[in-house]
């Protein structure tokens, strides 16, 4: 059975920084392409960041520079490294998993809230 | 960058009624645009992928059509189930602002 469970949200004062995990199970992550993708309270989704199975990364305007995507291949885990956060990072974060490129997000962990404050 | 941008951004129908969602891209995107569901407090599911696949498990009353730039997501007959805030998503990256859909 394909599970996400992120972990590591919490309350952070702007400026600071913060490791998201997203730890997989089922599958092999880095066989995968992988996204973050977060929803700040009360408002839509938005794309944060992708890792392709090849490795490269892409990130929405808004956290490039700022944000990091990276996996851990012997842990089987998934990484999003946050610094300089804001006030409008504040949303809770989901990890998703798309089993090939442009065919969707089929796979999606339950989220974790980062408050920037 | 590639917007999307979907409407009506609420839409209030009746059980039973057929009803569409359009979501526009600001530059041909294939077919490359999925559509997910979420229910209030809930993660999103994926309905419909490369425009108009429906996911395994996804009622057949959800259909997806379109390419380019415009495309649609069609519930044919709403059921109170249905109730939830719809997103388009090209390719891997960008999504929709969402609508909300109520009975």
């Known amino acids: 059975e394909v599970q996400l469970v992120e972990s590591g949200g919490g309350l952070i004062q702007p400026g600071g920084s913060l490791r998201l995990s997203c730890a997989a199970s089922?599958?092999?992550?880095?066989?995968?392409?992988m996204s973050w993708v977060r929803q700040a309270p009360g408002k839509g989704l938005g794309w944060v960041s992708v890792i392709y199975s090849d490795g490269n990364t892409y990130y929405a305007d808004s956290v490039k520079g700022r944000f990091t995507i990276s996996r851990d291949n012997s842990k089987n885990t998934l990484f999003l490294q946050m610094n300089s956060l804001r006030g409008e990072d504040t949303a809770v974060y989901y990890c998703a998993r798309a089993v090939s490129p442009g065919e969707g997000l089929r796979y999606w962990g339950q989220g974790t809230l980062v408050t920037v404050s | 960058d590639i917007q999307m941008t979907q409407s009506p951004s609420t839409l209030s129908a009746s059980v039973g009624d057929r009803v569409t969602i359009t979501c526009r891209a600001s530059q041909s995107i294939s077919t490359w645009l999925a559509w997910y569901q979420q229910k209030p407090g809930k993660g999103p599911k994926l309905l419909i992928y490369?425009?108009?696949n429906l996911e395994s498990g996804v009622p057949s009353r959800f259909s997806g059509s379109g390419s380019g730039t415009e495309f649609a997501l069609t519930i044919s007959s709403l059921q109170p189930d249905d109730v939830a805030t719809y997103y388009c998503q090209q390719y891997m990256w960008t999504f929709g602002q969402g609508t909300k859909v109520e009975i």
């Open positions: 089922g599958f092999t992550v880095s066989d995968n392409y």
């Open positions: 490369k425009a108009s």
